[in-house]
């Protein structure tokens, strides 16, 4: 990792004194230590205008982690020869930091830019052929389907879209639905390890143990999970796994980090072309031109931030945070939860709906009555208002949100 600048020390500092608010306590028991999260709060600037409950989109960056970047980005201004031959190797440092955080081996790491990238890599990365079946749901992530649409227009395999229950039994029934699909023609999974519009975790690991078993691939889409859970790929038991690190790692836009396992890294081609020399080098993902190092660089400040808050305490805080709003409007007549009710099920992200209207209509009201952030998700299996709180959230705002909606209601809220 770069050496850090005094300003950026003194930043990290700060969070890592904060620790001691909540030492030697559980993370479920510190996830509701106020005093703690209100000093967590303190190393974002804020937006104090809009109350932003759609971290599900992006999340801004503590200021450390910006305060970085605005160094590297200055830095790397100075000489080309700054930028390529001080900077860029550096980055060698954040594949190691991000491969010892996934339990990986660091040439098993590729820095990208976003999750967008690094799953189309995986998504036609891999070898097809006419005839071929590919199988993902249709809560998978637009983009995603939109790739293997047009895999499926430009080479002939087939798309087979699997609806999953929006509040299932068990993750049994969802493990069954997609082997359900499967025939011997199958030959690629895509699967969301959190859906990106209800929140759901999704047992990635049973469909991988269950794919691996047929020799089919898995893809997983790990955009909102990497750095808002607390797993490693042995929890996955997966070899391809893709995500956004300007998200829940709160690194600058444009991170994205790319997984796949040694044995596989000669098998999958590279999106954009790479000499054959480096068919066996997880590099050969990351040839993409003259590109800024300082997005890459401040992973390295991101990292430090994670693991000062604490992956599992992070994570619980989230989902505590998810549980305190729902259960604000849990029992209310007219709403409904599009999120499982199990918190093994859940953690940042949240959906409801309210009975007979459009959620545009939700998130407008909240916008410009209250100045509250959300997402409207009109999708063909539900509709619904997703709110995605954040470590910097306070139980203040959502109880703001919630005497939003229950006021809405109480004035007939209506289409
Ligand atoms: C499940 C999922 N996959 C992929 C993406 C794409 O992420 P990015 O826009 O960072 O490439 C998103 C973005 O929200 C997502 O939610």
């Known amino acids: 990792m770069a050496l850090l600048s005094p300003s950026v020390s003194s930043l990290l500092n700060e969070v890592r004194t904060a620790g001691e608010i909540v030492e030697g306590l559980s993370p479920t028991a510190a996830a509701a230590k106020e005093p703690y999260w209100d000093r967590i709060a303190?190393?974002?600037?804020?937006?104090?205008?809009n109350l932003n409950l759609n971290s599900g989109w992006t999340s801004p960056s503590p200021r450390l982690v910006t305060e970085a970047y605005r160094r590297y980005r200055r830095l790397e201004d100075a000489t080309a020869y700054t930028m390529w031959q001080t900077l860029a190797p550096q980055a060698?440092?954040?594949?190691?930091?991000?491969?010892?955080?996934?339990?990986?081996?660091?040439?098993?790491?590729?820095?990208?830019?976003?999750?967008?990238?690094?799953?189309?890599?995986?998504?036609?990365?891999?070898?097809?052929?006419?005839?071929?079946?590919?199988?993902?749901t249709t809560q998978d992530y637009p983009r995603m389907l939109t790739a293997l649409?047009?895999?499926?227009?430009?080479?002939?395999?087939?798309?087979?879209?699997?609806?999953?229950?929006?509040?299932?039994?068990?993750?049994?029934?969802?493990?069954?639905?997609?082997?359900?699909?499967?025939?011997?023609?199958?030959?690629?999974?895509?699967?969301?390890?959190?859906?990106?519009?209800?929140?759901?975790?999704?047992?990635?690991?049973?469909?991988?143990r269950m794919a691996r078993g047929r020799g089919i691939e898995v893809v997983v889409d790990g955009a909102h999970s990497f750095a808002q859970l607390d797993f490693k790929r042995d929890d996955l038991e997966c070899d391809l796994f893709g995500s956004s690190l300007h998200k829940w790692m709160y690194a600058p836009?444009?991170?994205?980090?790319?997984?796949?396992?040694?044995?596989?890294?000669?098998?999958?081609?590279?999106?954009?072309?790479s000499e054959d020399k480096n068919r066996h080098d997880i590099?050969?993902?990351?040839?993409?031109?003259?590109?800024?190092?300082?997005?890459?660089?401040?992973?390295?400040e991101a990292l430090l931030f994670h693991e000062a808050v604490g992956a599992k305490r992070k994570e619980?805080?989230?989902?505590?945070l998810t549980t305190y709003w729902?259960?604000?409007?849990?029992?209310?007549?007219?709403?409904?939860?599009?999120?499982?009710?199990?918190?093994?099920?859940?953690?940042?992200?949240g959906n409801f709906s309210i009975e007979g209207v459009d959620?545009?209509?939700?998130?407008?009201?909240?916008?410009?009555?209250?100045?509250?952030?959300?997402?409207?998700?009109?999708?063909?299996?539900?509709?619904?208002?997703r709110i995605t709180p954040n470590i910097f959230t306070r139980l203040s705002d959502l109880d703001r949100f919630a005497d939003a909606i229950h006021s809405y209601l109480r004035n007939g809220g209506g289409p």
Request: positive net charge; hydrophobic residues 40%.
């Open 253 to 273: 836009k444009g991170a994205g980090l790319l997984y796949v396992k040694k044995e596989k890294i000669p098998s999958v081609w590279a999106l954009m072309a």
């Open 149 to 208: 649409r047009q895999r499926e227009l430009r080479e002939g395999p087939k798309l087979k879209l699997v609806k999953i229950p929006l509040g299932p039994r068990s993750p049994s029934e969802i493990v069954e639905a997609i082997e359900s699909a499967i025939t011997p023609k199958t030959r690629l999974i895509l699967i969301s390890h959190e859906i990106y519009c209800t929140g759901q975790i999704m047992p990635v690991r049973e469909i991988c």
């Open 42 to 49: 303190d190393a974002f600037s804020l937006d104090k205008r």
């Open 316 to 320: 619980e805080r989230l989902r505590f």
């Open 283 to 300: 590099r050969k993902f990351e040839e993409i031109g003259t590109h800024s190092s300082a997005t890459r660089l401040s992973i390295g």
């Open 359 to 385: 959620p545009v209509k939700v998130t407008d009201y909240l916008m410009s009555r209250h100045r509250i952030i959300a997402a409207p998700i009109v999708h063909g299996d539900f509709s619904g208002v």
């Open 326 to 349: 729902m259960d604000r409007l849990r029992g209310v007549d007219r709403i409904t939860f599009n999120t499982p009710q199990d918190p093994k099920l859940y953690c940042a992200i």
């Open 92 to 136: 060698e440092t954040i594949r190691a930091g991000l491969a010892e955080l996934f339990g990986c081996d660091a040439g098993e790491i590729a820095i990208t830019r976003n999750a967008s990238e690094s799953l189309q890599i995986l998504l036609f990365g891999i070898d097809l052929r006419p005839g071929d079946e590919l199988i993902a």
